[in-house]
């Protein structure tokens, strides 16, 4: 399964970087972030 599609468990950790790779943007366009924050907030 493509780790994109798959939910956050509840009750685990995760790691979530505010920078990527050499100070790189994480989301390159706004509908990533809106994507993100939509795959977050199913918890």
Do not use: A, T, V, W
Not at 13 to 28: A, L, M, Q, S, T
């Amino acid at each position: 399964m493509d780790i994109r599609l798959q939910n956050l468990e509840p009750d685990c950790f995760y790691h979530i970087y505010n920078r990527g790779i050499n100070g790189g943007k994480i989301f390159e366009e706004q509908q990533n972030f809106i994507f993100f924050m939509k795959q977050f907030s199913n918890i």
